[in-house]
């Protein structure tokens, strides 16, 4: 497996032992005129090139590296299936595909998907054989309809100012599973700090009544609790009592892990194996408390873009070292901006102790259109539900930048609904702009000269309301968390590229710049939360700390600087 791409299992919370990735080589197809249908490509011998799987046929490591627009694509493959593999069930999973999918085997139509950032499985079973079969997949992908979220993807045929190139089709792993009809379909862990538990709902498939659900966890190694629960409907509830309490901070991220089977009179039916981090996260008076207690959150914007694989990382260690280029500069999380960020990414958060703040790719749709409230609001719900276990994830951001214009029963039907499935964590449901109905009030500020910068929020502090100059952003003291700021432009050895105001002169002008903003909001007792905008370059864009390519842009006493100003005590932390 050592030469397929992104070879790692793709949903590391709920893991089983067998498996087969499907990453590597698949044949491909351009439709230009979205005629693949009419001229048989679902049953088709062939079709006329090749692509690497999980990147999109935009990056280079796709082998395609084609930039045009491509409404509609296909995706073809032989794929050899064993006989134990059909013994019951056979799962055909997609991590994601941008944006409407239909999957086909042996040219039987086996599901179709809607939504370009959510994974989804088709049970081919019944339509496969063992031997060789053929797997034909479609997607469609008309990024300039207004009608699909596309978060950066450029609608013009160039990339322009922070606006990226497009991904079209399969750009997260394709992957196999057997598994019983009766089966673990879905796992909910609340943590109960407070009492050292942690409640679990598993939802089960086809299993009879009188099934049995076992839970063992372990720390480190050793056993800290069980629970069991009998079967009497689709989902199954039980409480791991735990003999050790281990709280996961971005200090210590503590994990246990959970061994879950389901059981019939003696007879294992399904085994999966997962993990939870124990941890409070609550909100008030715009500062969120993490374990009860207060916590300023140092963010940096991170928008999940790798310049050979654009939405995809070329390696697992590639997601790995954007986490750790966020720690060293002093930072404890993210916030994952206009993408939803594959799961391996949130577990490695996990696992380091990094505070990470989930999104949704709004941008592209048409926000004033009532009727795209379906389609997004039935994708957020599958992120939602596909994200809400990790420890690390602290809240939630459906929207970005949204303006006057605004549908605001679509903002607010989101909000609310975000909430009646997740009443801890705190919900912004726009950032930046135009707010409806939130949980913390948050603003973008770009402004580059510090001075400005802190009396403008010496006067929220004051108890003033200060104009922000875009919709109706004129904010006072309820305002605490700048989800955006800074931006200072560097590429010192070219006048091209795009950022935020006029660069700096020099690298002492740039650390001089970075302390006086990031200062005035961690001196100021109205702010509960920063995010500096960038971790890195991405194409054009250049405000980042480090090159699109996370090369260091300075050396490492001025990243040490910039660490020290980041990890000063915060005025919200010493009240």
């Not at 809607?114 to 989804?120: I, M």
């Not at 408390?289 to 999940?304: A, H, I, M, S």
């Not at 609310?416 to 919900?427: E, G, W, Y």
Request: aromatic fraction near 10%; include cysteine.
């Amino acid at each position: 497996m050592s030469d397929v791409p992104r070879p790692e299992y793709p949903r590391p919370q709920r893991r089983r032992e067998e498996w087969q990735t499907l990453n590597g080589e698949w044949q491909f197809e351009i439709d230009h005129g979205k005629s693949g249908r009419a001229r048989g490509l679902p049953s088709a011998d062939s079709l006329e090139g090749t692509i690497t799987v999980p990147f999109p046929p935009e990056s280079e490591r796709s082998g395609v590296e084609h930039r045009d627009f491509m409404d509609t694509v296909w995706y073809r493959r032989e794929v050899d299936i064993p006989q134990s593999y059909l013994d019951e069930d056979l799962l055909l999973h997609f991590g994601a595909a941008d944006y409407e999918t239909e999957v086909w085997v042996n040219g039987e139509s086996v599901g179709s998907h809607r939504g370009g950032y959510t994974p989804f499985s088709f049970n081919i079973a019944a339509a496969a054989s063992p031997g060789t079969n053929v797997v034909t997949v479609c997607v469609r992908d008309e990024v300039r309809t207004g009608e699909q979220p596309a978060g950066k993807q450029s609608q013009r045929y160039e990339s322009h100012g922070p606006i990226y190139t497009r991904i079209t089709g399969i750009w997260q792993p394709v992957w196999l599973e057997p598994v019983r009809e009766a089966r673990i379909e879905a796992l909910t862990v609340d943590p109960n700090l407070e009492d050292g538990r942690f409640h679990v709902e598993a939802e089960v498939t086809h299993a009879a009544r009188g099934a049995e659900l076992a839970i063992e966890t372990s720390f480190e190694g050793a056993p800290v609790g069980t629970a069991e629960a009998t079967v009497e409907s689709g989902a199954v509830r039980c409480v791991v009592e735990l003999d050790e309490t281990h709280p996961w901070t971005p200090e210590e991220p503590n994990l246990y892990d959970l061994d879950i089977t389901l059981s019939d009179e003696g007879e294992e039916l399904d085994a999966v194996e997962s993990y939870a981090g124990l941890r409070s996260v609550s909100f008030e008076d715009g500062v969120v408390y993490l374990n009860g207690e207060p916590r300023f959150q140092r963010l940096v914007l991170d928008q999940g873009y790798y310049p050979d694989g654009l939405y995809t990382a070329p390696s697992d260690a590639a997601l790995v070292r954007d986490i750790e280029l966020g720690k060293e500069c002093g930072f404890d999380g993210a916030r994952l901006h206009e993408k939803v960020f594959e799961p391996r990414f949130l577990y490695h958060a996990d696992r380091l102790g990094y505070l990470v703040w989930g999104e949704h790719a709004n941008w592209g749709m048409d926000h004033t259109d009532p009727g795209n409230l379906g389609p997004f609001l039935q994708e957020w719900l599958e992120i939602v539900d596909r994200d809400y276990n990790h420890p690390s994830l602290v809240g939630w951001t459906p929207f970005n930048e949204t303006v006057d214009e605004q549908d605001d029963d679509l903002l607010q039907t989101v909000y609310r609904a975000t909430k009646a499935i997740d009443s801890d964590r705190p919900v912004v449901d726009t950032s930046g702009y135009v707010h409806v109905e939130t949980d913390i009030l948050d603003a973008h500020d770009y402004e580059q000269d510090p001075e400005t910068f802190r009396e403008r929020y010496e006067a929220i502090d004051a108890g003033d309301t200060v104009d922000f100059g875009y919709g109706d952003g004129k904010y006072g003291p309820e305002l605490s968390y700048v989800s955006e700021y800074g931006g200072i432009r560097w590429e010192p050895d070219t006048d091209e590229g795009w950022g935020y105001g006029e660069g700096p002169e020099s690298v002492e002008e740039f650390v001089e710049r970075y302390r006086g903003l990031t200062e005035a909001l961690l001196d100021n007792e109205a702010i509960g939360l920063f995010c500096y905008t960038q971790l890195y370059d991405i194409e054009q864009e250049v405000n980042g700390l480090y090159t699109y390519h996370r090369e260091p842009k300075f050396d490492e006493e001025v990243i040490e600087e910039i660490r020290s100003i980041n990890q000063q005590s915060a005025a919200v932390e010493e009240d």
